[in-house]
């Protein structure tokens, strides 16, 4: 390897002690390198060490006990191996579609991160294979369904630690492979049960909490462009722009509001589009019975700081507590060197995650909603009185515009509604009652990342309607300096057009270009 080649090897490599926002967006996007530092080791360590001292003629659950309702039934010292084995392979009965791999990363992230804080008694080993698995780009096969987010995610993590000791499946560079024989390809071992190693792996929110991050890293891309789109939607109106002023947000105490209305009054500035009330309204004299252009423009332009306001907050408060779980000890029993203890507990129940991802799909939805009503503002000319019929730059009558769009936008809007009920609330007793209330936590994520990857759907088409009634109304120019950017750099992949084409390629590029771009 070449001076410059490990220069730039070590530089990818970060290490670690916290895991932040920020730490897990490079890891996942960027191809950053995951690696601690050395007191990250020293706590994994003393933590082993401590656990193998202190379960020598102790009953400990999940060590020399069954698991689960079977925890009443002793485990003998040559099983003590099997039985971490067994939970692994007894555990790995998932169904539906493989996750994503990014979801299925970033569930590593966070299962290392439960791993890091030196509370679970496992051996290094363990970290380190899982390490490895991120920074090679080796991905776990993980059904979608089968957790109840009691024990945590048993059967999705029971999967990943399948691969972990050389069985079950992954995905390596684009095909599904058996663990082994990449792992072999890798120049990786299986792990070894030392103490509790298979209890360890397939007992955590782990799972969910990945699931909740690219749910969250996605959500915030959302609610930047929901802030753009409104921007833009009240620069097409020639709306008045007091609704975004300091001194109207200000006059009531909610934070994420005045956090939406500052963030406009940025986007907008060096607008020539908006209208200033005073000017028009209070240093004019007006005579007219019936004025032409709209004293108050309607709810979903007018409210933003309002609507989104609330968003904005729910999605702080997502991101606050799914790093506080992933930096987090999520299994149980928890083994503390600190106190020379070992605790029973639960850890693991996921409703924190839970009812924070049934929080967020509410708030995308809503989000979503309001995109929805700005794009029938727009392609309803009896409404806007500026703009043709769904901003149709070709023949009336013969062209359609973004007609047939607005159903795909409705339909999606719809289904978004209807996955907003909680999952939070559905608990269902199993497994002899031992978990009589679960949080259902995984199948709240799964249900939150449906409705924000609708709402790329839903914003996408908005866009698309959006930059054709700007070229409609022929004022590019007039857009502040980052709409127009934004106008810009979606012309250059969607350019305006008159006659009918298909658009669910275009749809498809828009997502692509709302996932990948910042502003």
């Not at 969250?216 to 753009?228: E, P, Q, V």
Request: hydrophobic share 40%; with cysteine; net charge negative.
């Amino acid at each position: 390897m070449s001076k410059f080649a490990l220069l730039l090897q070590i530089m990818k490599m970060k290490e670690i002690d916290y895991i932040s926002l920020s730490d897990i967006e490079d890891i996942l996007y960027k191809g950053e390198e995951i690696s601690f530092a050395s007191n990250v080791w020293d706590r994994i360590n003393r933590s082993y060490d401590f656990l193998k001292s202190f379960s020598v003629d102790r009953i400990i659950y999940g060590i020399n006990t069954g698991f689960g309702p079977m925890a009443q039934w002793r485990i003998s010292d040559e099983d003590r191996e099997a039985l971490q084995y067994n939970i692994i392979r007894s555990h790995s009965t998932g169904a539906g579609e493989p996750l994503p791999d990014i979801y299925v990363k970033a569930a590593m992230i966070a299962r290392i991160g439960t791993f890091t804080q030196g509370k679970s008694g496992i051996h290094k080993s363990i970290v380190e294979l899982l390490m490895n698995f991120i920074n090679k780009g080796i991905t776990p096969f993980i059904p979608e369904h089968g957790s109840v987010g009691a024990s945590g995610d048993l059967v999705q993590l029971a999967h990943l630690a399948l691969t972990m000791i050389g069985e079950g499946e992954v995905f390596y560079k684009g095909e599904k492979r058996p663990a082994g024989e990449v792992m072999k390809e890798c120049g990786l071992e299986p792990i070894k049960m030392f103490i509790r190693e298979g209890l360890s792996l397939t007992n955590g929110t782990s799972f969910m909490t990945g699931i909740g991050l690219v749910n969250l890293i996605n959500a915030k891309k959302l609610l930047r462009f929901a802030t753009i789109a409104s921007v833009m939607m009240n620069e097409i109106a020639s709306s008045y722009d007091d609704f975004m002023s300091e001194p109207i947000n200000a006059a009531r105490r909610q934070r994420g509001q005045g956090v939406i209305a500052e963030q406009m009054r940025e986007i907008a500035k060096g607008s020539k589009c908006m209208l200033d009330r005073k000017c028009e309204m209070y240093d004019k004299k007006h005579t007219e019975k019936v004025f032409t252009h709209k004293v108050q423009p309607y709810y979903s332009l007018r409210c933003i700081p309002q609507i989104l306001g609330p968003v904005l907050e729910t999605v702080e408060n997502v991101e606050r507590v799914l790093i506080n779980e992933v930096n987090s000890a999520c299994d149980n029993p928890i083994v503390d060197p600190e106190t020379e203890d070992v605790y029973h507990g639960g850890n693991f129940h996921g409703d924190y995650v839970s009812f924070e991802m049934d929080k967020l799909k509410i708030a995308v939805t809503k989000m979503t909603m309001l995109c929805e009503r700005q794009m029938n503002y727009l392609f309803h000319d009896r409404i806007n009185g500026i703009l043709p019929p769904f901003v149709n730059l070709g023949k009336l009558g013969l062209n359609y515009g973004l007609q047939a769009s607005q159903f795909t936008a409705c339909s999606t809007t719809a289904e978004c509604q209807t996955l907003s009920n909680p999952m939070y609330v559905h608990s269902i007793p199993n497994n002899n009652d031992n978990q009589d209330i679960v949080s259902m936590g995984t199948n709240s994520a799964l249900i939150a990342r449906r409705v924000i990857d609708n709402s790329f759907q839903v914003i996408a088409i908005h866009f698309m309607a959006i930059v054709q009634a700007v070229d409609a109304l022929g004022f590019a120019d007039k857009l502040s300096p980052l709409t127009n950017r934004v106008y810009k750099d979606i012309r250059a992949f969607f350019p305006r057009f008159e006659d009918d084409t298909p658009k669910y390629k275009d749809i498809e590029k828009m997502i692509i270009f709302l996932k990948e771009q910042s502003y």
